[in-house]
């Protein structure tokens, strides 16, 4: 191995992100600094894409906050992202779900998998 | 002012505890032997002469092979030598070795190498000129245009930015953040890019604009 790969490594957390894929209702759990305390601040939302390889690999979440639709870009091996939990498994055929920017209501909604 | 001789190992990405990404080029710093000393008295100036990694013994030259005696490596020789100007002389002697733990986290430096070689280019990727317009009767898309006056000189002026030869060329990259030393690989990593392929020689110096 060398030395590159070797510091990939000790970045890399896959082995504690778990297993979800783009669809998925996810809930992300963030450090966040507030004055001098840290606290988790759990952000819940769906998977619509998962970009880059590697440690660059980063996913965004989209979800609806008050009326508002909101999208947040998350690098998936950051050190601020603490847990993530799937609370629940979508059924796509896209890897991109991109789509559902444009849609509202019933069509922006992504099917379950059973 | 402190130096080595280094390879580029190639980029990657760390994340800060704040939780802030950095790009970031891994270089291979050393180990780096020292080879000779100029100084003051003999030499009219202070510096220590390194050399990094290992040169076939056939492509090395009797009288370079000679001059490395001092330093043990006549069996042994280096792939480069290069030179690091101090402010006095030397305190280290011939035949020491100096490693990446010459630098640590969040120093600067300056950081040279050899920038791809980009052959013969266009002067809107070599200088980038504007162009012309595709349309609207456009008829220099991209080429120069004009590169000069009448009669009056009747000369084209020295330097005038033409196509030719782009890359391949020396360049330093100042200022560059060490983020991290690694002594057991002897690999830094400092934030940012550097000239040069991954694999390509590096030299790395303490940064002269920073004061360390």
New interface residues.
Partial sequence: MNSLQKIARETDKRESIGDFAVGDTIRADLLIVEGEKERIQSLTGTVIARNGGGVAEAITIRRISYGQAVEHVLPLHSPRVAKITVTRRGKVRRAKLYYIRGQQGKAARVKELR | MKGLIGKK??M????E???R?VSVT?L?AGPCTVTCLRTQERDGYSAIQLGFGRRSLRKTTKPVAGQLQAAGLAENPPLRLREVRLSEDAAVAVGETLAADIFAEGEYVDVSGRTKGRGFQGVVRRYRFGGGRASHGGAWLRKPGSIGMCVNPGKIYKGRKMPGRMGGVKRTCQNLRVV?V?PQ?N?I?VEGAVPGPSGGLVMIREAVKKGN
């Fill in positions: 190992l190639g990657t990405q760390i994340f505890p704040s939780g990404r891994a291979q991290g690694r690989d690999v990593l």
